[in-house]
């Protein structure tokens, strides 16, 4: 049986597109499966880009004629800039294939899943480098051994922006984890050519500034320095598209969905992740909110709760940094917490000179501290101590005379380990302090022990380090209580108040947020308790309304604790599309079925959403639930009888027969095998998704 009913071989001729190397040639490809093009060039490193919503897997061919696995060809397709900026926007319209090190290459075949229009393909030539880093220097004090961008052979001669420079965060706030997912198959002197072949791919392929990651750090243990900027600089990367701004990333080399971390490569991720974010003092074990700049996951806007330590797919749906590196980042943080200690954490600094300034800092365990302040020609002029887990003291600065001073909190030292100190300068004038972004989400609260809405999170921005007062009051301005007061750092902040204990009804919340000078800033937001609608839900979130007695209906329930008019509606992304259901209810269970039809007409297939809405004498609560109509079975594909490939279109569950054996097994969208029908002369396939749809039988 041929593998392939057409097999079309490309020798090039037509001039490339216009590229700035000669390390990397691109050329645009047939827009059809099955085609075997022959590279310009032998290539280590090659990335492909297309138009369309399909998908593209490839292999390469090697110069002994052996050939590669099949590979997707954007498996972290999400490791972007954020949008709207100018390395986005050069390669707007594309996918953008990942890098991938294929070794010493002449050819390409690819093969095209769903609709795309345009293909093309960078091959990159990444040789060895005679002087490829063996023994590196160490690049600080408590950093881990780097290798440099001019050690691992950086061409800074295509970066771009190099009149402006980078963009520079206001500060490193989390450390995420990657890995490239490219081979893990590659030697030791390997490594930088590599990372030279990503540099290029992602500045010559992708319009990008430079390298998208900060650090790379390959299986040996060796770390290598990505983007240009400095290292103990925020270097905004481009790596978490809606994350960047504040972030470090860290890629590991190769594919760790499967394969484990060696010892020498989690021994050098914990001591740069130690080193990194000790330099901004941030505790590894902390939690930070941040602000997306907008993905398909994350709407540019929302607050996103984040591990400080966080791997990629925190931020996106995405399988990275991989199954088994994504498993041990609790394990991983610990250990970063460990490594050299002791640390000092979060210093928040409020005041200014002619009135009181508050140090404040915590520390990772309980040491001599000291924060000391010289003026303009080294002579100390203030200085507090103590020895305890928290940093806490004020200098009165009232009738100390204008000027410049410069300030050091210390910890450790004599007899023990010393931490990293904190250093900074205190003027005479004290920055302005805004808040902002100030909600309660959801706007609407829901403490029924339900899981929906349990939790009230309060979110806000401090434009400076301030005391904070957190404040509840009724709808008549009558307050309740306390919920928080403290010293909080400057930037995106969230809340979680867990115990809601007041009655239904209308409240506010107040922040005020202060100066020792005494200037304050006061903001109000509010929001509703409201327990009246408890327990809704989808009994099934599919359904495949063909008449064939499978999920051709689904049932939206729910509860009532209290007397409610109650409208189900039916949206598709933006647009209502019928009122399914408008009636005042009582005091329990609700029920409204739906049959995938408005009125005597079935609904097209695609995603939509039931919205619940429940009004009371309080407020109106509104749940949305989503819900897929899908009548067609999944598609079915024998790509490769030789390798026993298939691939199918969407989740299934694909029962197998062969001979008098019968076997199902559950499949992801995309390429799968079947190594067990090795040996057998004829098999039988069909594919079932979940709402009970079923392919015509595929036999081989």
């Known amino acids: 049986m041929k593998l392939f009913r057409a097999v079309l071989v490309l020798f090039f001729a037509a001039p490339a597109v216009a590229v700035a ?21 032998t290539f280590d490193l090659v990335g492909l880009h297309w138009k369309g919503s399909g998908a593209v897997r490839f292999r390469t061919q090697r110069a002994d004629g052996t050939w590669s696995r099949w590979r997707l060809s954007a498996p972290e397709s999400d490791d972007l800039p954020d949008r709207n900026t100018a390395e986005a926007r050069r390669s707007r319209g594309w996918h953008l294939g990942n890098p991938f090190w294929v070794g010493r290459s002449e050819q390409i075949q690819y093969r095209l899943a769903g609709r795309v229009k345009r293909l093309r393909a960078f091959f990159v030539r990444s040789p060895l480098l005679g002087g490829t880093p063996q023994r590196v220097k160490l690049f600080a004090a408590n950093a881990p051994t780097l290798i440099t961008r001019a050690e691992w052979g950086a061409n800074e001669a295509i970066r771009r922006n190099r009149k402006k420079g980078p963009k520079i965060a206001d500060s490193v706030h989390l450390a995420i984890v990657h890995h490239t997912a490219g081979t ?6 390997q490594s930088a ?41 925020a270097v905004v990367g481009a790596h978490a598209m809606g994350f960047n701004f504040g972030a470090v990333g860290v890629a590991l080399l190769g594919n760790y969905n499967g394969a484990g971390l060696t010892a020498a490569e989690r021994t050098s991720l914990v001591k740069l992740l130690a080193w990194r974010l000790d330099l901004v003092h941030l505790d590894p074990l902390s939690h930070v909110t941040r602000v997306s700049a907008g993905n398909p996951e994350y709407a540019q806007g929302a607050s996103v709760y984040l591990r400080a330590i966080s791997g990629h797919r925190d931020t996106y749906q995405t399988s990275c940094p991989g199954n088994s590196v994504y498993a041990q980042l609790p394990s991983i943080t610990r250990q970063v917490v460990a490594t050299g200690t002791p640390k000092i954490y979060s210093p928040v600094l409020v005041g200014a000179v ?18 000391t302040l010289v003026d303009s020609l080294g002579k100390v002029v203030a200085s507090g101590t103590g020895t305890s887990v928290a940093v806490d003291w004020t200098w009165d600065a009232s009738l100390t005379p204008s000027g410049l001073y410069r300030y050091t909190i210390s910890a450790g030292g004599a007899g023990t380990a010393a931490a990293r100190p904190v250093t900074g300068a205190v003027g005479e004038s004290l920055p302005a302090l805004t808040v902002t972004q100030f909600r309660v989400d959801p706007a609407v609260v829901s403490p029924n022990g339900d899981g929906f809405g349990d939790t009230a999170r309060i979110n806000y921005f401090l434009s400076v380090s301030a005391p904070i007062t957190l ?28 115990q809601v204990g007041v009655p239904d009804g209308r409240y506010s919340i ?14 109000k937001t509010t929001f509703y308790v409201d327990r009246t609608l408890a327990q809704p839900k989808l009994s099934a979130a599919a359904l495949s309304p063909n008449g064939d007695g499978l999920f051709d209906s689904t049932t939206l329930s729910f509860r009532l604790n209290a007397a409610a008019s109650v409208r189900v509606e039916l949206w598709r992304a933006k647009t209502l599309v019928a009122t399914l259901f408008d009636q005042a209810l009582a005091i329990g269970p609700g029920q409204v079925p739906w049959n995938g039809r408005v009125g005597a007409k079935q609904v097209a297939d695609g995603s939509y959403d039931l919205v619940l809405k429940v009004k009371d004498t309080v407020t109106t609560v509104t749940q949305k639930l989503p819900v897929v109509v899908d009548t067609k079975p999944p598609r079915l594909r024998l790509v490769s009888r030789s390798r026993l490939q298939f691939w199918t279109n969407e989740p299934a569950a694909v029962t197998v027969s062969w001979g008098t054996r019968r076997l199902t097994k559950h499949v992801r969208a995309g390429y799968f095998g079947l190594p067990f029908l090795r040996g057998a002369r004829h098999f039988t396939l069909t594919a079932t998704d979940a709402v009970g749809n079923k392919t015509p039988p595929l036999r081989g």
Do not use: C
């Open 184 to 189: 893990n198959n590659y030697s030791r002197s």
């Open 510 to 523: 107040t922040i005020s947020a202060g100066s020792a000078t005494g200037k304050h800033v006061t903001v």
């Open 471 to 498: 404040t509840l009051a009724d709808a008549a301005g009558h307050q309740l209580a306390s919920l928080f007061s403290g010293i909080v750092s400057q930037g995106s902040h969230s809340f979680a108040w867990n």
């Open 193 to 233: 050519a590599i990372v030279r072949g990503i540099e290029t791919y992602h500045v010559l392929g992708n319009g990008w500034d430079d390298i998208g990651y900060n650090f790379l750090v390959d299986k040996y243990g060796q770390v290598f320095e990505g983007r240009y900027g400095g290292m103990e600089k």
């Open 354 to 371: 002619g009135g009181s300034v508050r140090f404040t800092a915590r520390l990772s365990s309980a040491v001599p501290w000291t924060v």
């Open 21 to 41: 190397s000669p390390n990397l040639v691109a050329r645009d490809l047939p827009a059809r499966s099955d085609v075997v093009a022959r590279a310009p060039n």
